[in-house]
């Protein structure tokens, strides 16, 4: 086809059905004229009824925010589509994070589109394989650190502050970061018809407990909801420095996207807890993996172990009668479960699951034992 053939526009109705996340809640963004529209469809992610779980520990008004079916499967999508698009209208050349491996990937798709330079610095070793690949793919620079998240997470914040190389930080210290994280809050509202009860998510570096906790508050200003959630937060029980009420200088949890000893917005954190009466506690990995099992076996939904957590803490709290039976709760699934293959491989029994077989259907009938 030569190039100078004029491609048909999509008409604007079919647009529309699907308005792009930063059109929809453009009131509430931090957009310009001068703002790129960069996009990769982020945002209207699910909100699944959760029938068999919710019958199971008696709060049948349950549901999970399925931010996995983002377009890096991750809510970070939000966040970074606001951050790459703010940081190209300010005249960025490159970009960097430190990860627990979600927002790496995000800030590398969403990098690679812009045409930013972008590096990712993580934990060596500690970084889930399909996070890691996801970066690798997109053409960052990944740099693997001898320490943990918040090792990570210091090199970065030094690395904004020198002036040799002038690099915009895209972690959720970006307060575009949060601004667009908020419009899960506001999705929630609008597909519910009014604010969940209470608000189940799990709690890293903290950013999008402050990023929900600031988008119901916007949403109640603008008089869009009546009342607003209760937030309950979830930290894994060996990475849990809000719930101890001191840093954790080795954090341990199979939960690794989760696996963080001093989280940047500690106090936001603790604001969304107290001003909304909500609570921050534990789960543990086997609490953790026993929910991300039940959702995958017994609801169909895939996510990653550390998003198990906000459900998890939720099927904990109902079971100590903490949970009133009338309550609407949602539950943020923050990523997919093709995130981290190897633990769904071993939680899902290992290659010993997998039934042999000769390929006829003989064969395959005798090895089901039919
Ligand atoms: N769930 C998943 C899947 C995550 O990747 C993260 C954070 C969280 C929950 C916690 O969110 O940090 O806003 O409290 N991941 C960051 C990262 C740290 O680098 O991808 P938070």
């Given at each position: 086809m030569p190039a100078s053939v004029n491609l048909p526009a999509v008409p604007a109705a079919r647009l529309g059905a699907r308005p792009r996340l930063v059109e929809r809640y453009r009131d509430f963004?931090?957009?310009?004229?001068?703002?790129p529209l960069i996009t990769l469809g982020e945002g209207n992610t699910p909100l699944v009824h959760l029938d068999h779980v919710g019958q199971r520990i008696g709060v049948p008004n349950l549901y999970v925010k399925y931010e996995g079916m983002n377009p890096t499967g991750s809510f970070k999508d939000r966040g970074m589509v606001v951050a790459i698009s703010k940081a190209v209208e300010e005249g960025a050349k490159a970009v960097i994070c430190a990860s627990t491996g979600n927002t790496s990937a995000s800030a590398a798709a969403y990098g690679a589109v812009a045409g930013l330079e972008v590096i990712v610095v993580l934990p060596k070793g500690k970084i889930a394989l399909g996070k890691l690949i996801q970066a690798m793919a997109a053409g960052a620079k990944v740099v693997a650190v001898d320490g943990n998240f918040d090792d990570a997470l210091e090199v970065v914040r030094e690395m904004g502050e020198q002036r040799d190389h002038p690099v915009t930080i895209v972690n959720s210290i970006n307060p575009y970061r949060i601004d667009g994280q908020m419009t899960a809050a506001f999705e929630t509202c609008d597909d519910l018809g009014r604010a969940p009860d209470i608000l189940a998510i799990p709690v890293g570096n903290a950013g999008n407990i402050t990023a929900y906790w600031a988008g119901f508050n916007r949403y109640e200003a603008a008089g869009r909801i009546a009342a607003k959630p209760k937030m309950f937060g979830f930290q894994a029980a060996g990475a849990a420095p809000i719930v101890l009420g001191h840093p954790v200088e080795k954090p341990e949890t199979i939960?690794?996207?989760?696996?963080?000893?001093?989280?940047?917005s500690w106090k936001r954190a603790e604001a969304a807890r107290d001003e909304s009466g909500g609570l921050i506690e534990t789960v543990t990995d086997d609490e953790i993996l026993a929910t991300y099992r039940e959702l995958s076996t017994k609801q169909g939904i895939f996510c990653e172990p550390a998003s198990a957590a906000s459900l998890a803490g939720i099927v904990k709290l109902a079971a100590a009668?903490?949970?009133?039976?009338?309550a609407t709760v949602v539950c943020v699934l923050t990523g997919h479960g093709l995130k981290d293959p190897e633990t769904a491989e071993k939680s899902a029994?290992?290659?010993?699951a997998i039934i042999e077989a000769p390929a006829t259907t003989a064969g395959v009938m005798k090895s089901l034992g039919w």
């Open positions: 963004l931090p957009i310009t004229p001068e703002t939960a690794t996207a989760i696996r963080i000893g001093n989280p940047a009668g903490r949970v009133p039976g009338d029994g290992g290659a010993e």
